[in-house]
């Protein structure tokens, strides 16, 4: 008679595991192929993102920047420096009874340099930037509201479907 019973408790037991197992594979088929659930992933991943790019900003940022400049021609400007100068050292010539100051030509200049090459780095980081905090900080609170809104979904998904079966 006891051997009749332990029979009988095992085979329901059975049916019971097997039961059992059929509900998790229905819990996890709905979990895994819900839409609802994947646009609230990709809106806590949305958050992620946004958190870690808000976390950044206290990063000093680093940019290179650099020109390069070829002037065949264009416009040039005249320089009058040998009309300007040439008189007087003429005058200092006569005085020192020597040559000591020779005669300047006048020149024409470019006015975009030839060849010219500028290159510079540029660096920028917050000191006190109070938004930046506050923006951090609601960043992470964003996140934290929408883990808690997947998970409650996901809750009530196992309830519907844990009452459905």
Known sequence: MKN???I???CLGSQLAYGQQNLEKYISYGLNNNESIRTQQ???KKSVYALSEAKSQFFPEVSFNSTYTKAGGGRSIDLPLGDLVNPI?????Q???SNSFPMIKNRSVLLNPDDFYDAKFHTVMPL???????????K???VTLQRIEVEIYKRELVKDIKEGV
């Open 42 to 44: 990709f809106t806590l």
């Open 89 to 93: 050292y003429k005058t200092l010539n």
């Open 8 to 10: 009988l408790l095992c």
């Open 128 to 138: 006190l930037d109070l938004e930046l905090n506050y923006n951090r900080k609601i």
């Open 95 to 97: 005085l020192t009874q």
């Open 140 to 142: 992470g609170q964003e």
């Open 4 to 6: 009749t019973f332990y």
